[in-house]
């Protein structure tokens, strides 16, 4: 068995090659194999899977390229992450690519496909609209449809008709992989000192570019270390940082949330891993049914989503609650329309709930962190000294 070290140091580097290498070799094992990538938050990784490829999610390159061309492509005055990855694109990184799913998340990643497109970069892009009528037969049936759509894509080019059993199978594969993602987050929440929001970042992000039975062992790992007392507790508020959730915020930032006073215990970091909440059915004649209803019933919050009859400020609150935190962290990526426009009605609530909170916005190459240093110590240190309730009493 690996150290923790060994098993951080390996998420770390698999987490930010930007050449997808375990992906890359993954696929040169088996000429049926497809790499689909796709943008962030969500995507229904399991009928990837199913039908013998690998979702590779595409977050951005950070401050590990720099960006020239893609600049050229964008007006200013939006976020970064769509510029990294058009360099990306253009660089060839993506040649070993057979396809791309963009999800309607914002105007932004719409015309990302559209650029993809008219790039000629891999052999299929979809641009997959979620449902916003959260009736089965409705919202249900329209999901389905956009699932046969990609599955259909992939066989044009794998050949691979995908059986119930395989779907069921992969759905297995996910909740595990789910499940195990909330059981180290419940695990922090009460012993956030075993493991870092940092190095818990790199676990969970590594995710996202291997194959999902390597994870689960991975994570397995983890679940057992952080069972055992390990580290030392020290006097910090307990937070959750929200509005994170596409654009990524550079490690520098999380490192120094939690050096400056905080523990995060909650966050929207790489939402996708854990969009579902709970298990999906895995033993069904109708996996695509499960999936979707999964989707339509049991998503997370999110400001890619809006459902009226389950607004996300309710589940904010609730989310806060639940995790028992002395504070939010509302951290976005510059120009992000959906978290920024969720703003204002998340801070009204917390307003009228008592709830203390600070926010900020920061880049994917951030790389000055001493005014949210700054910030988060002062926020930490308030809530120190003069908070005798925790959130919502
Ligand atoms: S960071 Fe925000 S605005 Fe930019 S692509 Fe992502 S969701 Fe859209």
Redesign the pocket.
């Known amino acids: 068995m690996k150290s923790l070290n060994n098993v951080i140091e390996e998420c770390k580097t698999l987490a930010f090659d930007l050449k997808f290498t375990r992906a890359r070799e993954w696929k040169a094992e088996d000429e049926n194999r497809v790499i689909i990538g796709y ?2 938050i969500y995507i229904p990784r399991e009928i990837i899977h199913a039908a013998n490829g690998l979702a590779v999610g595409i977050l951005g390159v950070g401050d590990r390229k720099q960006v020239i061309k893609g600049d050229a492509f964008y007006q200013s005055y ?2 970064r ?2 510029r990294g990855i058009i360099e990306l694109a253009l660089d060839n990184h993506f040649k070993d690519f057979d396809g791309f799913i963009f999800p309607s ?5 719409r015309n ?1 496909s559209g650029m993809f497109q008219l790039l000629k970069v891999g052999t299929f892009i979809n641009y997959l609209d979620f449902p916003q009528n959260f009736q089965s037969e409705i919202g249900g049936s329209f999901y389905q449809n956009e699932m046969y759509y990609i599955l259909n894509e992939i066989k044009k080019i794998n050949g691979v008709e995908v059986s119930t059993d395989q779907l069921n199978n992969s759905i297995k594969l996910y909740n595990k992989n789910r499940k195990l993602i909330e059981k180290i987050y419940n695990t922090r929440q009460n012993f956030p000192w075993r493991l870092s929001a940092e190095e818990f970042y790199y676990i969970i992000r590594a995710g996202m570019v291997m194959p999902v039975e390597e994870h689960n062992n991975i994570l397995e790992e983890v679940v057992e270390y952080i069972s055992m007392e390990n580290g030392e507790p020290m006097d910090k508020i307990k937070v959750m940082v929200i509005g994170s ?3 990524q915020p550079p490690v520098g930032l999380i490192k120094t949330i939690e050096m400056a006073g905080c523990y995060i215990v909650e966050d929207d970091f790489t939402l996708g891993s854990r969009w579902i909440q709970g298990d999906i059915e895995d033993d069904t004649d109708n996996p695509l049914n499960a999936l979707s209803d999964a989707f339509l019933k049991r998503s997370t919050f999110s ?2 989503i809006y459902d009226i009859e389950n607004p996300k400020e309710k589940r904010l609150l609730e989310l806060a609650k639940n995790r028992n935190v002395d504070g939010i962290i509302f951290a ?2 510059s ?5 920024l426009l969720d703003l204002p009605v998340y801070q009204k609530t917390c307003d009228e709930k008592n709830i203390r909170y600070i926010s900020f916005q920061y880049s994917e190459n951030t790389g000055q962190f001493k005014n949210i240093k700054e910030q988060v110590g002062a926020f930490s240190d308030s809530i120190k000294l003069w908070s005798e309730e925790l959130v919502g009493g």
């Open positions: 943008m962030p939006i976020c992450i769509p998340i914002c105007d932004v990643i990302l959730f596409c654009e400001s890619s976005a990526p120009f992000c329309d959906p978290a």
